[in-house]
Structure formats: structure tokens, C-alpha cells
T-cell receptor, first 113, second 113 residues
Framework: GNSVTQMEGPVTLSEEAFLTINCTYT??????LFWYVQYPGEGLQLLLK?????DKGSNKGFEATYRKETTSFHLEKGSVQVSDSAVYFC????????????FGIGTKLQVIP | DVKVTQSSRYLVKRTGEKVFLECVQD?????MFWYRQDPGLGLRLIYF???????EKGDIPEGYSVSREKKERFSLILESASTNQTSMYLC????????????FGPGTRLTVL
């Protein structure tokens, strides 16, 4: 079935540093890909998505490009802020699974001033 | 503002107790989900409901059951709580059609002693 692989972290960066969180996937066909974010004490919320190959999703300064050649969907941000400290989850739908989504293990990001 | 609410943020129960976790959404969504979140394992789907009284097992249904008598409410039941069910439980909902964004509640931190 469909699956994603991402590093668990934690990733610790100084404010204004460049961020990359890697995500690779295994999938049947070319499903939509998602990044969700979980701020401390909260549930997950959708950060961005891409629905087809070569699409770029973007939101709040974060970007990710759907690359089918490398089966990757890496999350990037040019200049992180302390408020970006959170856990980031890469996700994609189950193969043939209606609305179900499979999530990666989550990468914890800590940004220090 | 869309909302998924969970009945408790923190819960402490004893081994063998019957535990009810309640989730309510106000978005008229067809689909509702229960996940557990554990360090190093990410989110794992326990149960999924795609309509009132309809349910489908997720990846880790053992030791859990669910109830969906009304569209807006989805309950997770631990028939006889065990210490290995100590975890963060997240409820989510999504609408039709396609692989739509899931909206999450803030989570319930359950400790079984």
C-alpha cells in the first residue's frame, strides 16, 4: 500500500535559517500529497498540498514540489521563525481508500531565537 | 470557524475500566476518524466512519470499538483499558468528494494506570 518516509528529528535551527524536511513516498499511481503541521498542544492542520506531478504547494512561506521522478515531496522554507516550531507530517491517501490518509512519523522542528 | 471538539484534553483511567472518548464536528462532514499518536510511530488509524452507523477498521483496531449514531458525533470506546493504550488520541473529520483536507480536534491525552 501507499506509504511515506520522513525523518523524525528533532531538527533544530536558528531563526532565519533555511529549512528542508525530506519526504519520500511509495504509491500506486499519482495520488495527491500533503503536508500537515501540529503546533504545540493542538491537533494537526493542513499546511499545503499538491494534486499532481510537478505541482508546487505553498502556504505561510512553506513550499513543496511533487516530484514523481524522485518520488519526493520535500518541505522547504527560506527563513524560519520561532513560531514555526511544530511537528510536520507528510501524508498521502491510502491506495483505493476513500478518504483515508496515511501519515509519516512526523518531524519535530525547533527554532531558536 | 470550523470546529472539531473532543470531550477531554486529559484523562486518567485505571486498567480494566471502560473508557469513552467523544468527538463532535460542526461541519456536516460525512467522514470521521480516530487516530492514536505515539512518539516514533506518528499517527495510526484506529477506525474510520464514512456515514452514520457505518464504520471501517483502520490499521490498529484491536482493543477498540466505535459508535456513530449521529452524523456529527463519533465515539471511541476502550472496552477494557490497558496500559499499552496510554497515548494521545486524535479525532478528525472530512467531507466529500475525493481526498479532502482532514480537520483535527486538539486531542485527548489518555493515561491508563
Amino acid at each position: 500500500g501507499n506509504s511515506v518516509t520522513q525523518m523524525e528529528g528533532p531538527v533544530t535551527l536558528s531563526e532565519e535559517a533555511f529549512l528542508t524536511i525530506n519526504c519520500t513516498y511509495t504509491a500506486t499511481g499519482y495520488p495527491s500529497l500533503f503536508w500537515y503541521v501540529q503546533y504545540p498542544g493542538e491537533g494537526l492542520q493542513l499546511l499545503l498540498k499538491a494534486t499532481k506531478a510537478d505541482d508546487k504547494g505553498s502556504n505561510k512561506g512553506f513550499e513543496a514540489t511533487y516530484r514523481k521522478e524522485t518520488t519526493s515531496f520535500h518541505l522547504e522554507k527560506g527563513s524560519v521563525q520561532v513560531s514555526d516550531s511544530a511537528v510536520y507530517f507528510c501524508a498521502l491517501p491510502y491506495s483505493g481508500g476513500y478518504q483515508k490518509v496515511t501519515f509519516g512519523i512526523g518531524t519535530k522542528l525547533q527554532v531558536i531565537p | 470557524d470550523v470546529k472539531v471538539t473532543q470531550s477531554s484534553r486529559y484523562l486518567v483511567k485505571r486498567t480494566g475500566e471502560k473508557v469513552f472518548l467523544e468527538c463532535v464536528q460542526d461541519m456536516d462532514h460525512e467522514n470521521m476518524f480516530w487516530y492514536r499518536q505515539d512518539p516514533g510511530l506518528g499517527l495510526r488509524l484506529i477506525y474510520f466512519s464514512y456515514d452514520v452507523k457505518m464504520k471501517e477498521k483502520g490499521d490498529i483496531p484491536e482493543g477498540y470499538s466505535v459508535s456513530r449514531e449521529k452524523k456529527e458525533r463519533f465515539s471511541l470506546i476502550l472496552e477494557s483499558a490497558s496500559t499499552n493504550q496510554t497515548s494521545m488520541y486524535l479525532c478528525a473529520s472530512s467531507g466529500l468528494p475525493g481526498y479532502n483536507e482532514q480537520f483535527f480536534g486538539p486531542g485527548t491525552r489518555l493515561t491508563v494506570l
